[in-house]
Every structure is written in C-alpha cells, then in structure tokens.
C-alpha cells in the first residue's frame, strides 16, 4: 500500500498539465524575450565595435573604439569614424578609420611643409609621408576654408596618415562618433 501511495505521489503530471504549464511559461517568458531582442536590434544597429591592428597608430594609446551610428554631431576635437576613400595606398575604399576631427565647417586649414594649422592654432608638423608618397612637400601645401559637410581629420602623431594628404572626409563617409575603449 505505501509503495502504491509513493507511485502515485511521484507520478508524472498528465500531458494536457504539462502542456498548461508550458503555456503560462511562455506567456510569462515572452515579454521578456521581445524586450531582449528588442534591445538587441537596437543596440547592434546603433553600436559598432572596431580595432587598430597597425604596428604604427596614428592614436597610439587606444587600439579598440566603440563607434556610435546615431550620433553624428561632431565637434571640433572628437574622435570620429568614417569609410575610406581616396586614401590609398594605406587604406582601401570602405575601409573603417578613426582620427581626430581637428577641423570643422568653416574652419581655416593650413599646410605647408613645416606644420598644419587650424585656425591659426598649430595642429601638427610637417609632412613625414610625402616622399613615401612620391610627392615633394610642395604638393600637399594649402591655404582653405573647410567646407560645409566636410572635416578635418588627424592623427597624434607625424607619421599619420591623414587630411593633410588626402583632404576631407565628408558627410556621407561619416559612421560616426567614435570613443576610445582600450
């Protein structure tokens, strides 16, 4: 009688309470499961992750940046994310860059080969890549007012590979504001 008392204790619930059971489950589990993926979506679209694999940064203390598509607000100083054109033979077309925007609309860019400014504020000097490139000094030197929709980008160092040999990145290059991890 008692081990017919603990057969029936243990039995396994009939498959119509199983299946009621499964049922409260996912109602209570799908709201969750529509926020994470909700967030999910969100956050991927919005967020990319990228990496500096260069022997020599042009931003040497950082090498991972957190690239924020949505915000697209730059200043003067931040650090932006933009794709590659016109920057060979250091960079492919398309290709994810980070640099400084040193420079914005209206702001007075000049070159020459002992230094660059921005507004008269001294940004960097001279013009270590120009015979790696092929090109005396005097090919990059200018004298401008940047653009609407255009920036002025650079690294930290000389030896970047920036505006002052390819010019601008514009609008429709740009990824967006990008922020130093590691």
């Not at 059971?21 to 967030?39: D, N, S």
């Not at 690239?67 to 730059?74: A, C, E, G, L, S």
């Not at 077309?93 to 504020?121: C, E, F, L, Y």
Request: glycine content about 8%.
């Amino acid at each position: 009688m008692t081990s017919q008392l603990n057969a029936i204790k243990h039995r396994k619930p009939a498959r119509s309470q199983r299946k009621g059971q499964l049922g409260r489950f996912l109602l209570k589990a799908l709201p969750i499961l529509v926020i994470v993926l909700a967030v999910e979506l969100y956050i991927g679209q919005r967020f990319l992750i990228g990496g500096d694999d260069q022997v020599d940064r042009c931003l040497p203390d950082k090498w991972v940046y957190l690239i924020d598509t949505y915000n697209k607000d730059i200043w003067r100083g931040d650090l932006v994310a933009f794709k590659a054109e016109r920057m060979s033979p250091y960079f492919k077309d398309g290709q994810i860059i980070v640099k400084i925007a040193a420079g914005v609309a209206g702001d007075r860019v000049k070159v020459d080969s002992h230094q660059t400014t921005i507004n008269a504020d001294k940004l960097i000097e001279g013009l270590q890549l120009a015979s790696k490139l092929n090109q005396p000094p005097s090919h990059y030197h200018r004298d401008e007012i940047i653009p609407h929709a255009a920036y002025w980008v650079t690294g930290k160092t000389e030896k970047s590979f920036d505006s002052r040999y390819w010019g601008y990145v514009y609008d429709h290059q740009l990824l967006g504001r990008a922020y130093a991890l590691f």
